[in-house]
Nanobody
Framework: QVQLVESGGGLVQPGGSLRLSCAASGSILSIDAMGWYRQAPGKQRELVAAITSGGTTNYADSVKGRFTISRDNAKNTVYLQMNSLKPEDTAVYYC??????????????WGQGTLVTVSS
């Protein structure tokens, strides 16, 4: 079984920063891309940022220049550094690994989500 466990969410004031972490565990052979999604109340889940195993990144237009995604392949961990946070960044943030190679095949795995609240 493969799990993604997120941490780092919480309450922060507008203009503040948070760093999310997502660690993968289990019988993992390799992980290709990893990403962060978010879902605000009443809205659809949207891609925030993604990174390949080689380090290529892409970002939603709404977070470009404010958020930075990175990963440590040796630790099977992905990070999301969020700066200059705005109230509209408030959402549950989910970690995703769409292609996890395991002994018996490939899996898509989601984390349980971590709440980020930006409010004064």
């Amino acid at each position: 079984q493969v799990q993604l466990v997120e941490s780092g969410g919480g309450l922060v004031q507008p203009g503040g920063s948070l760093r999310l972490s997502c660690a993968a565990s289990g019988s993992i052979l390799s992980i290709d891309a990893m990403g962060w999604y978010r879902q605000a109340p009443g809205k659809q889940r949207e891609l925030v940022a993604a990174i390949t195993s080689g380090g290529t990144t892409n970002y939603a237009d709404s977070v470009k220049g404010r958020f930075t995604i990175s990963r440590d392949n040796a630790k099977n961990t992905v990070y999301l550094q969020m700066n200059s946070l705005k109230p509209e960044d408030t959402a549950v943030y989910y970690c995703n690994a769409p292609y996890v190679r395991v002994v018996f095949g490939n899996l898509e795995v989601w984390g349980q989500g971590t709440l980020v609240t930006v409010s004064s």
